[in-house]
């Protein structure tokens, strides 16, 4: 089986319901963040971004929440579906953009 | 359009082998990064590279080493396996746009 999801953080939802990921960043200077989606024995995809002077973005089922006074970021899914489950993590950039630093990741169960 | 392509896909090293991943990208992109990723944990960034012929060490760079001869190529070694290198390993690619593209993964264990 898949050892990425092993240890992680897990939320369950009832397919149907909305769902919220939640990432904490730790560098105040990170000026771009990406949500990533990682299916079981693949690699990221891309899902949403958002810039460091935007609090809010959506956009197919998806929104992102941005927060800089607790460097809290947030990706909500609404109407879950069995598809999206998967282990979801956070990426913030610094301005200069060459490197990515990623969260561990929560991983998403829906059950149908 | 085949992104980024990873190979191999599965392999089994004994301690002290040495062995090449390679990435490749058809999309003509300038960055290029490999990383690990272990049970619990992000991605760590191995080694990366911002152009042709350029690399620059990352968070855990000790044990790999890596060459970029060819814009869309990025080669990861281990020329000693050690079994803490078990592990999956992932290539990416960015074409500055802020998004990195990202293989299925290497899953490599060493014995």
């Known amino acids: 089986g898949e050892s990425v999801g092993l240890h992680l953080p897990t939320l369950s939802v009832q397919e149907g319901d909305n769902s919220i990921i939640n990432c904490a960043y730790s560098?105040?200077?990170?000026?771009?963040f990406i949500w990533y989606k990682q299916e079981s024995g693949k690699g990221p995809q891309f899902i949403i971004d958002?810039?460091?002077?935007?609090d809010k973005r959506q956009g197919q089922r998806v929104t992102v929440l941005l927060n800089k006074t607790v460097k809290h970021l947030s990706l909500q899914i609404a109407a879950t579906q069995p598809g999206d489950s998967a282990v979801y993590f956070c990426?913030?950039?610094?301005?200069?953009?060459?490197?990515?630093?990623f969260g561990s990741g929560t991983k998403l169960n829906v059950k149908p | 359009n085949a992104g980024v392509t990873q190979t191999p896909k599965f392999r089994v090293l004994k301690t002290g082998q040495s062995m090449t991943l390679l990435c490749a990208q058809d999309?003509?992109?300038?960055?290029m990064y490999w990383y690990r990723q272990d049970p619990g944990m992000g991605l760590r960034l191995i080694h990366y590279?911002?152009?042709?012929?350029?690399?620059a060490k990352g968070e855990v760079p000790d044990g790999y080493n890596v060459s970029r001869l060819k814009k869309q190529n990025f080669l990861l070694g281990l020329e000693s396996a050690a079994p803490s290198q078990t592990s999956v390993y992932f290539c990416?690619?960015?074409?500055?746009?802020?998004?990195?593209?990202f293989g299925a993964g290497t899953r490599l264990s060493v014995l």
């Open positions: 560098n105040s200077a990170s000026d771009y």
């Open positions: 999309m003509n992109h300038e960055y």
């Open positions: 990416a690619s960015s074409g500055g746009e802020n998004i990195q593209y």
């Open positions: 990426a913030e950039i610094p301005y200069n953009f060459n490197k990515f630093y």
């Open positions: 590279s911002v152009g042709e012929g350029t690399t």
């Open positions: 958002i810039r460091s002077n935007m």
